[in-house]
Structure formats: structure tokens, C-alpha cells
């Protein structure tokens, strides 16, 4: 069967919906109108107002209400309905939720979801475009994931949804048409697994979110010159998976982190700075990143420069010092 | 359960939403009593009728211990025995009255001031002092005494509040939850969130607003320039209501008619209490920078254990023989509180991976080792 990763999320929560009647869904317009993405679609017609509903517009009281839900017997999943309008509810996140177990040496936990698309790539006007998915990473107590395909999407979401702990679930909204043949239900590995998406011996790279089909690309225009990069899914930033990425990058010797967000102080960088950790012995050169400049994410028409492309990642590719040289970019030590 | 139609029916009168005068608050505060604990003059109790005499006394007894309590707690930081120490000194009908108008199966939402009230609740004081004292966060389980955690971030809880309050409703539950904010708290934007979301979604919240006056140095002029913080309750369409919070009869009558009408399906409530922080905010703080000392001096006259106690022994329902059984009760436990804070409180340092998660990650466990192996050295 042919699914959007928008339809797999659809389902995901009906299927979660139908068979806990604990798992609620609410946020702004995720009711009658199914959500500006439509991931909601029809959640309201089957399961009533009652289990997926419309909220006052205010994002820090939709986390809050969800908090008190979850501490008292439901499974809320809200919907912020873009990446930066989830900031309001930043100190809900960060004091509460992600605080919540061990602030009360476990005696109270937050089974909850936080639904975030997030982003570019869809020509959004500002405020619409934003990678938050560092703050929440860097917010020890959050799980934080991002589904690359269809069937981690359904997946993902199931599991986010069973998990006993919150988990802000970060949604790729260009890829929320991106189709793929899967029948559902599906499950894929569980969280704190990364995948090889495609195996390569000369370089890894590492891509999560809105960033793994552009490594996935990047990987068939290499091999069409006889390189061969392997591929691998984050999938799950938190918890994350050093086993499946130390293993790939001990192998190649070579590394490029691909990460659409900027990327002083980003995921990318904790990534980087695992890898030498773990992969120093092995590396036969310095783990590179692509990612977006340090810049405020830019309007529509400048957006293409902003997000990792396939050059942009060959290029990279290209300074891991298969001929010895060091890499031009960083002779100066500083700009 | 109840259904979205009936979330979005009127908030307290049958038959259409109700009119703006029936949400406002009284004029004047609700008080029986005058400052020195006789009769107010006037109506000045409203619709209000006198707490019983059993509620009373409970409630004198409660306040002595309370405020017995919360001076041993100053004492003990001025030992160093607690990291810090809010003070409710002169709140204590708020802090007992919140909790006696709860059954135990509600839900008590307290910041960092009202350690008081988590006495009165019945939690242990070790249990209760663990945040103050630093040895842990919370130190009892929420779950069992249906107490959430000390807030800290100013009304961040009143939203979890709302949360709590209406699941049990969803479930046909009759549970309601009280919040304890302070006149600061009101200012920050989970406060209208939350008044806002219980009046939507129609749940048994009480808001109580403490107007002690200051939020550490800021007075509530700084706050508002609303007529009362009680007026904030309208816009939302949120029963408001002002009591002295120095008048245990008032609080406890208000108090009590607010948390069961929410029960009964009326709505959330705001009431406002009006009384004075008579210690400095902590221990750290120095007031002498923002008020004047004779203000203090006013406010302690309108103590509202004196006032209680000469009202119930006008009354008759208050003997020396009572106030001397209070008092060695409130004097046992301090001394209790005492000796168990006088050892030093020991951590563990593994406990400190231990509830991240319900699983410890990888890296969790990773890092748990590392700083065992440091310790092992
Ligand atoms: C969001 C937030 N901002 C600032 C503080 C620091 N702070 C702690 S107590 C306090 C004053 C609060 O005053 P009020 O709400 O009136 O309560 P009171 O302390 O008088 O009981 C401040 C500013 C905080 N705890 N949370």
C-alpha cells in the first residue's frame, strides 16, 4: 500500500486511540479541521470531540494541561502546531516535564507525546521553518525522536506514544508527503536504535529527520563514481545510539555528520564530538559537518542555501582527505 | 465522561452565560472577624455562613502546629540544617484553610512557600523539607498524598492543576485540585492559561491567590493595576472572590464553599486572599531594603491565630486548657522536626541516574559507572 508519512502518522494515533482509550489527542485545530498538516484527520469523527480536541491557542497551557492529564491516569499527545510556536511551552518542557520522574525519585511519571513539525524545506515564511529538536536533546529527561521513512513514522509514533516517559516526537514537515509502499501496522527497531538505511566501506554518513534522504541521495550520486558511503538513520537523537555509529565509522575510518539545523552547539556537533570519542583510533580523517549555516532561518527564497544538499554533502565527502591533503577550510585556526 | 458540548456549556448559570456581576468579586473582602477578633461590623461575610465550631477548632490547632513548625524551620537554616527556608508566618489561614477545605482525595498543587500547608496535609516533615533541605527535589510520593511536587517556576503548576482536576472529571470523579500561587505568580502567562483553560473546559480548580503583598522586593502595585487580583477572574469568565487572609472564619468559609461548588459542577473559583508576608521573602532576603518596618508591625497586630483564638474563646469553645494542649502538641512536634534534621542528610550519588527515565539510556548507565569508578578511587 502506498502511505504518506503524514497518512502513517494518521494512523499511528488510531491505531494508538483504538486501543487505549487513555490516548488522547489534543492542540490547535487538530479536531474538525484535522490539524494544519492533517495528521489528525478524522481522529474527532471516530473517536468523538471527547478524545481529540481543540484547545484555547496557548501552547504552554496545552503542555501544562497535558502534564496534569498524564499524572493522572491519561496519555496525552498535543500537537504544537509548528516548530517555533512550541517555544511558549519551553519552560512547561523544560522545568516540568522532562523533570518530572526524577524530580519525585519516580513516584510520578509523564507518559506524553509532544508532536512537533519541524524544519524547512516547504518554502515557509518565517517562524515556520525552525530545527529545534538541540533544545530539547540537550534537556536530559526528553526523549526526542525523528522518523526519516513511512514505516519509522508509524512506528515511531506507536512506540512514543506506549513509552512511559515523554517524548518529543519531531515530525519533518517537508517529508510529510514523501510516500512509500508499507502495510500497516508496522514496527521497525525500537528506539535508541539507529539503522544502516545503505551499507558503504570508504565513508559513514550520519543523518537524521529531513536530512536522511538527502544523505541517501548524496550516497547514490558517490556510488555512480565508485564511492561507497554508508548511510545511517539516527532515527532516535535520545536516547542515542553509539553502538550502531561507532561500529559504522570504525569501519569506513571516515565520517560526515548531515543535520539540517545550524550547527554551532547542534545535535551535530554532540555528534561529532561522540564519534571522535569513540572512533578517534580509526579515523582516518576529521569528522566533518554539513549543516545549516548559524544563520536565522532564512525566507522562502533564500531557503535552498540554508538546507544540506547533495553537493553540499559530496563536497564534504570530498575533503575527508583521501589524498593526505588537510583540509583547506580549516588551515586558519580562526576566520 | 462528559462530552465537548458539555465542556463548552455556560460556566455557572443555567440557561446562558453568566452575567459579569455574578463572576465579580465583593467590594470589600470577605471577613467575619474584626482585626482583633470580634465581630466585623456590618455584612462584611457576604452570603458566607460561620465555619462549624469543629472546623475551627481543627483549624486552630492546625495553625498553632503550623506556625510552630514553619519557626523551627527558620531556626534550622539559621543552623545551616536547611538550604533555604520561605517563611508563611502570617499566612497560616491560607495554608490551613486550603487544605481542611480539601477532602483527601484532592488535589493540593503548593509552591515553594507553602511547606506549611504540606504539614497540615498530614506529609511528613522530613519528607516535606527534602527540597529545603537539599538532600533531594520532592521528597514525598504525589501520587500517594495527592500533594504535586513544591513548584518553583512561578504558577508553571496551575496548568497541571487544570490537567489533573480534569481527567478525574473525565473519569467521573468528583476530585477537585486547589493551586497556591502568590500575587507575583499571577503576573506570569501559565496563570491566565490556566484560569483560562479551567473556565473552557469547565474543571474543578480552586485558584488561591496569597497577596501577601510582595513578590520578593516588588510590591503588588508593580503586579497589577487590575482593581483587585480576584477582578483577574472575569475576563475568563472565572467565579472571582477576595477574602482577609488573615480571618481563618473567612478563609475557611470561603474556602470551603469554593472548593465544593467546583465539585458540584459550578467551575473553577480565584479567591484572593489578603494578608502580608511578615518575614523577609527567605532567609537570604533583607526586606529593610524595600518596606518599612512599622508596616510589618501593623500587619502582626491582624495576626490571624490571635484573632481565631479570641473569637472561639469569646465563643466559649476555646479554654486555656486547649490553647496549653495546642501549644505542647506544636511544641512535641517541633522538637521532633528537630532532632530528625539535626543528622546530616546523606545523597546517593547513583540515585542521580536513577529516575531520568523509567529505563536509564545507554548513556545513562554509561555515566553512572564513570562517576562510580571516580568515586572508587
Ligand atoms: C518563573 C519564575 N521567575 C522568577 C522566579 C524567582 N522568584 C522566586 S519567588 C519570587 C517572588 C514570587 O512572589 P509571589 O508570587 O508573590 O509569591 P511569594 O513568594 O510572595 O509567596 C521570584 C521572583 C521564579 N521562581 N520563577
Known sequence: ?335 | MTTQAEHRMPAVLPGGVPPADALLPSAEPVRFLDDDGGPAPGDAHGRYERPSTELLRRAYDAMVLGRRFDAQATALTKQGRLAVYPSSRGQEAGEIGAVLALRETDWLFPTYRDTMALIARGIDPVEALTLLRGSWHCGYDPMATRTAPQCTPLATHAPHAVGVAYAARRRGEDTVALVLIGDGGTSEGDFHEALNFAAVFHVPVVFLVQNNGFAISVPVSRQTAAPSLAHKGVGYGVRGERVDGNDPLAMLAVLTDAVESARAGGGPVLVEAHTYRVEPHTNADDDGRYRDHDEVAAWKRRDPIARLEAHLRSAGELTDDDVAAAGAAAEAFAADVRKRLSEEPVGDPAELFAHVFATPTPQLREQAAWLAEELAR
Open chain 1, 1 to 335: 500500500m502506498t502511505v504518506t508519512m503524514g497518512k502513517a502518522l494518521t494512523a499511528a494515533l488510531r491505531d494508538a486511540m483504538r486501543e487505549d482509550d487513555t490516548v488522547l489527542m489534543f492542540g490547535e485545530d487538530v479536531g474538525p479541521l484535522g490539524g494544519v498538516f492533517r495528521v489528525t484527520d478524522g481522529l474527532a469523527a471516530e473517536f468523538g470531540e471527547d478524545r481529540c480536541f481543540d484547545t484555547p491557542l496557548a501552547e504552554s497551557g496545552i503542555v501544562g494541561l497535558a502534564v496534569g492529564m498524564a499524572m493522572n491516569g491519561f496519555r496525552p499527545v498535543v500537537e504544537m502546531q509548528f516548530d517555533a510556536f512550541a517555544y511558549p511551552a519551553f519552560e512547561q518542557i523544560a522545568s516540568h516535564v522532562a523533570k518530572m520522574r526524577n524530580r519525585t525519585r519516580g513516584a510520578v511519571g509523564l507518559p506524553m507525546v509532544i508532536r512537533v513539525p519541524y524544519a524547512g524545506g516547504i518554502g515557509g515564511v518565517e517562524h515556520h521553518s525552525d530545527s529545534s529538536e538541540a533544545y530539547y536533546a540537550h534537556t536530559p529527561g526528553l526523549k526526542v525522536v525523528t522518523p526519516s521513512t513511512v514505516a519509522d513514522a508509524y512506528s515511531l509514533l506507536r512506540e512514543a506514544i506506549a513509552d512511559p516517559d515523554p517524548v518529543v516526537f519531531m515530525e519533518p514537515k517537508k517529508l510529510y508527503w514523501a510516500k512509500d509502499e508499507v502495510s500497516l501496522p508496522v514496527r521497525t527497531e525500537p528506539f535508541g536504535r539507529a539503522v544502516v538505511r545503505v551499507p558503504g566501506s570508504d565513508a559513514t554518513l550520519l543523518a537524521y529527520g529531513p536530512a536522511v534522504p538527502v544523505a541517501l541521495e548524496a550516497a547514490s550520486a558517490a556510488a555512480a563514481e565508485g564511492l561507497s558511503l554508508e548511510v545511517v538513520d539516527l532515527r532516535t537523537l535520545v536516547p542515542f545510539d553509539d553502538a550502531t555509529v561507532a561500529a559504522s565509522v570504525r569501519k569506513t575510518g571516515r565520517c560526515v555528520v548531515v543535520a539540517e539545523a545550524s550547527g554551532f552547539a547542534g545535535v551535530s556537533a554532540e555528534i561529532v564530538a561522540r564519534v571522535q570519542e569513540r572512533c578517534f583510533h580509526s579515523l582516518a580523517a576529521p569528522v566533518l559537518r554539513v549543516a545549516g549555516w548559524d544563520v536565522p532561518f532564512p525566507p522562502p527564497v533564500l531557503e535552498k542555501y540554508q538546507l544540506p544538499g547533495v553537493d553540499r554533502v559530496l563536497d564534504a565527502v570530498d575533503r575527508l582527505q583521501f589524498d593526505d591533503a588537510p583540509d583547506p577550510r580549516f588551515l586558519a585556526v580562526s576566520p
